[in-house]
């Protein structure tokens, strides 16, 4: 069992800056891949950043530039650092662990972003 717990979510101005974090705790393996998906109302969920346990990383076009994902093996825990906000990253962003060999996905309870003009 795996659980994940998600903060740093909130209001901020366009132009702003916002962290999020994940933290996992439970069986995980050391091969696993994190990252942060997002859904607007109305929209499609959308894979925003993803980070391996190596290390590698991979964004959406739409943040590329702005938002960087880290993490911190020890801790097991995630972050996704959200510069120059625009109001469409408007969205809840939830993170989520994949564990290799695969087994299915954990997610977190989600948290709201809300970037104001």
């Known amino acids: 069992q795996v659980h994940l717990v998600e903060s740093g979510g909130g209001l901020v101005q366009a132009g702003g800056s916002l962290r999020l974090s994940c933290a996992a705790s439970?069986?995980?393996?050391?091969?696993?891949?994190m990252g942060w998906y997002r859904q607007a109302p109305g929209k499609q969920r959308e894979l925003v950043a993803v980070i391996t346990s190596g290390g590698s990383t991979n964004y959406a076009d739409s943040v590329k530039g702005r938002f960087t994902i880290s993490r911190d093996n020890a801790k097991n825990t995630v972050y996704l650092q959200m510069n120059s906000l625009k109001v469409e990253d408007t969205a809840v962003y939830s993170c989520?662990?994949?564990?290799?060999?695969?087994?299915?996905?954990?997610w977190g309870q989600g948290t709201q972003v809300t970037v104001s003009s």
């Open positions: 439970g069986s995980i393996f050391s091969n696993n891949q």
């Open positions: 989520y662990l994949r564990t290799y060999p695969y087994t299915g996905d954990s």
